[in-house]
């Protein structure tokens, strides 16, 4: 038998050490990949002077490759997809290959809040400039295509004379804010979210010191009990509650995000006062900006940060480092009770009403943009909402007009009482325009929704659930949030049976977010081979709906039932 030797640990070979994680707090500053080179090199917010001066001039030639690909996000531009790229090549092609000389530009609509003529402002751009494009987004804004440089700095000049830009729209920033769509006018609202929004729009996009964030960086803030703003997977979010002893205000939550990498995100256990929000949330964007990972940019989005701290230390940070005192101990937002899509004819506080409209799958036109303008203001009214479900809501309409306007809502092609095929569908670009997607997602979706509808009009026998998420998304980044539908699709080729390929979808059962279903947020389940084609897609959707009738309990919802389905009931 061999005898262990004792090695003395100062001959022992040293274990590598770990790589710096490029925090900026532990690590420093100096950049340790290309896309933080650039960001030091010189802030996104810069580039718009070159845009305005320099490339508008001298067309698509002219943009330096590091603007195009890097800096022209941080004013919400992209590049968008060449026609006639097949999905198959969407891994293949180097990111110039794929590029259109055209860019998507999106309009940042900070909680979704509209006016008509803000609304006829990017309809008017869209005819103009976008052929006649234009698509909501489960993030509330409004993304154009079409975009030519030499035209961004009229666009910008019509934007901003309604109030409307473009700032921050995209890039490693703090994006979009998501604000619930009946702030300020739901008769069951805790709070009015309005001021905070406001105040954190107003006070820090477009700051220089916050425009350089390991990567993007998500908010959601709702004052109303639906719980409207998705907000388990944004970077922040604040819900509304009421403490026992301070009142109302919101409940704190931190480091959500799908992805390839889906994780909900946790509650800080902490109360918010209105007072404070804004510096609360200064706080956490700000350890996200000094703490977030950077080495890695598939690990650097606050989700990441927050695995490894856990909310109790997030919290000890934030308080310590960032605000300089405690916040007090707060309660989890109860369930909510009513569908947080606010689709439907609803009564506002002031005794006018509200009407929630779905368009298909997200997709608008200028044209509609325009004629949505025009109906709005013959029914009195010169208010909108765009909503995180790819839902519009026309605000302030007399109740003498109520059945008037929502008649003409369905003739424009929003739904104000859709099937729940339609009501829930949401898709993302996809492959028409991105440049990441593999397959097609909006007509996929709008033809689906379609064969959907006709054959379960026929189908009494089959018990529906009572909603129904179908979620559509062209690759594997879930900016249509498929781990958190009924039923959500992951875009990929799949194989055609004659050696070729076929658009396809991977099949995710079963999430969702919290509603009056679910107290709290899951994600989807998969299921080993679940997989469709994009023409099978109203088959299988049909398939699996039978099996819920058969199979499934009184009162158990789609997501209940499909967790607890034997396989071979959800293949």
Request: charged share 25%; net charge negative; glycine share 10%.
């Amino acid at each position: 038998m061999t005898q262990a030797i004792d090695t003395p640990a100062s001959t022992r070979p040293a274990r590598p050490a770990a790589k710096p994680h490029g925090q900026w707090k532990i690590d420093g500053t100096a950049p340790l990949n290309p896309n933080e080179a650039f960001k030091a090199d010189d802030n996104g917010l810069n580039v718009r002077e070159r845009i305005e001066k320099v490339y508008a001039q001298g067309g698509f030639d002219s943009i330096d490759p590091t603007d195009l690909h890097g800096r022209f996000r941080w004013w919400g531009l992209y590049t968008q997809r060449k026609p006639g790229i097949d999905g198959g090549k969407t891994a293949t092609l180097e990111p110039h290959e794929l590029e259109d000389r055209y860019f998507m530009l999106r309009v940042r609509i900070d909680g979704g809040t509209l006016t008509t003529d803000q609304l006829r402002t990017i309809g008017g751009i869209s005819r103009d400039f976008g052929r006649n494009t234009a698509d909501v987004t489960d993030r509330q804004n409004i993304q154009l295509h079409w975009i030519d440089v030499v035209d961004v700095p009229e666009i910008w000049r019509r934007l901003e004379a309604v109030g409307l830009d473009t700032t921050e729209a995209c890039g490693d920033v703090p994006r979009v804010i998501l604000g619930s769509p009946v702030a300020g006018i739901a008769k069951d609202e805790i709070l009015d979210p309005t001021p905070v929004i406001r105040e954190i729009r107003d006070r820090f996009i477009g700051d220089a010191e916050l425009a350089n964030l390991p990567r993007k960086f998500k908010t959601a803030i709702s004052g109303h009990p639906s719980q409207d703003v998705v907000h388990e997977i944004n970077d922040i979010a604040l819900i509304a509650v009421i403490h026992p002893e301070h009142g109302p205000g919101y409940d704190l939550w931190v480091g959500g995000g799908l992805s390839t990498n889906a994780r909900l995100a946790e509650r800080l256990g902490v109360f918010v006062s209105a007072e404070v929000a804004a510096e609360v949330w200064l706080g956490v964007v700000s350890i996200f900006r000094d703490y977030g990972y950077r080495r890695l940019r598939n690990k650097a989005r606050l989700k990441f940060l927050m695995a490894d701290w856990g909310p109790e230390k997030f919290r000890k940070v934030l308080e310590e480092e960032y605000l300089g005192y405690a916040l007090p101990d707060g309660d989890a937002p109860e369930k909510p009770t009513t569908p947080g899509d606010h689709v439907g004819i609803h009564e506002q506080k002031d005794g006018r009403y509200f009407i929630g409209a779905s368009p298909n799958a997200g997709r608008l036109s200028g044209t509609l943009l325009l004629d949505l303008a025009d109906l709005l203001e013959r029914h009195g009214s010169r208010r909108l909402r765009t909503t995180p479900h790819q839902k519009l809501l026309a605000l302030d309409i007399p109740a003498e007009s109520v059945k008037a306007a929502a008649a003409e809502l369905d003739a424009l092609g929003l739904a104000t009482a859709p099937t729940i095929f339609r009501r829930s569908a949401i898709a993302c670009t996809g492959i028409e325009f991105c440049k990441l997607a593999i397959v097609d997602t909006k007509d996929t979706t709008i033809a689906a929704v379609a064969e959907l509808e006709a054959r379960f009009a026929a189908k009494s026998a089959v018990r529906l659930p009572k909603s129904l998420s179908l979620h559509v998304n062209g690759c594997p980044n879930s900016c249509a949030r498929i781990q958190t539908a009924d039923i959500g699709l992951k875009g990929q080729l799949l194989p055609d049976g004659n050696g070729g390929q076929t658009p396809g979808f991977q099949v995710h059962l079963g999430g969702g977010l919290a509603s009056t279903s679910r107290g709290e947020a899951g994600l989807g389940r998969t299921v080993r081979g679940l997989k469709v084609t994009a023409a099978d897609l109203p088959d299988y959707v049909e398939r699996v709906l039978e099996s819920y009738s058969a199979g499934s309990l009184e009162g158990e919802s789609f997501a209940q039932w499909s967790h607890r389905a034997a396989d071979e009931d959800v293949l």
